[in-house]
């Protein structure tokens, strides 16, 4: 019934002139890569966390805003094929701190700011326990760990306003 009132509408639109534009699907994949840094820095709680058993890391190159996702090698992780680590990215620049808190920000708060994009890594072996690097400057990011069905991710989101 939705589709139907959807294309309804849409015909009706297109009857009396107007142009529709529907929302593309995000393009993460472009924002997925940055230059990467020479030094990583650990970034210690609340942005780094036990999510699904195992301590991930959100890491910071600092010099350029580059940022990833890892799952230290001798942390409790036991490796399941199919483990999906993510880093999400705040689609808008944002500053360091959340403005009405001063604190860094929180997960409702980037989706009233407008949401975000992902870049994920499939584990396929105990060797590939990092994301690739994005470019996190300005923008807020966060630390995900998926296995099988459960998705769990850091509440807080840093903010790399150094470059």
Same mark, same amino acid.
């Given at each position: 019934?939705?589709?139907?009132? !959807? ?10 002139? !107007?142009?529709?534009? +529907? ?9 997925? /890569? ?10 210690? *709680? ?5 999510? @699904? ?5 959100? $890491?910071?190159?600092?010099? @350029? ?10 942390? *409790?992780?036991? +490796?399941?094929?199919? =483990? ?15 403005? $009405? ?10 989706? $009233?700011?407008? #949401? ?10 105990? =060797?590939?326990?990092?994301? #690739?690097?994005? =470019? ?8 995900? !760990?998926?296995?099988?069905? *459960? !998705? $769990?991710?850091? @509440? =807080?989101?840093? /903010?790399?306003?150094?470059?």
């Amino acid at each position: 019934m939705p589709s139907r009132t !959807l294309r309804t509408a849409a015909a009706a639109a297109l009857t009396a002139g !107007l142009i529709l534009t +529907f929302p593309q699907p995000a393009q993460a994949a472009k924002r997925c /890569v940055s230059q990467s840094g020479s030094v990583w820095y650990d970034l210690a *709680s609340p942005y780094s966390g036990s999510l @699904n058993g195992a301590w991930v890391t959100l $890491q910071t190159a600092r010099s @350029n805003g580059a940022a990833r996702a890892i799952v230290h090698p001798g942390s *409790s992780y036991r +490796f399941r094929s199919g =483990d999906i680590l993510s880093i999400d990215r705040s689609i808008r620049e944002l500053p360091k701190y959340d403005p $009405q808190t001063g604190k860094p920000w929180k997960t409702h708060r980037i989706e $009233q700011m407008g #949401g975000w994009d992902y870049c994920e890594s499939t584990l396929h072996s105990t =060797d590939s326990i990092r994301t #690739g690097p994005i =470019d996190g400057l300005r923008h807020a990011t966060r630390v995900c !760990l998926r296995r099988g069905t *459960s !998705l $769990q991710c850091t @509440n =807080d989101w840093y /903010v790399d306003t150094n470059g």
